[in-house]
């Protein structure tokens, strides 16, 4: 997964913590998270097609998905990440 993010915005920060705790309560060490600052590597966004943040995308396992905002709606997320039907 890659996280894209602007350092210290304030929907950045709810975003990491939110998908932090999804990660924690579902994923436990079964995950790899890449978190780019659009701020400091533009061209990393912008080569990925990156426009909006925070936005996740999840590459593998297929298919891949993208997700964009706070990441505070747990159900979006979780479908997102291909976790359904576990609790929320």
Do not use: W
């Amino acid at each position: 997964m890659v996280l894209y993010i602007t350092e210290n915005g304030p929907n950045s920060v709810l975003a990491v913590a939110n998908l932090e705790a999804i990660c924690k309560q579902h994923m436990q060490d079964n995950f790899r998270l890449e978190v780019i600052d659009v701020l400091k590597y533009p061209h990393r966004a912008l080569a990925d097609g990156v426009v909006v943040t925070p936005s996740l995308t999840k590459l593998s396992p297929a298919p891949a998905a993208k997700i964009v905002g706070n990441l505070s709606n747990r159900r979006d997320v979780l479908s997102a990440l291909g976790i359904v039907g576990q609790s929320q």
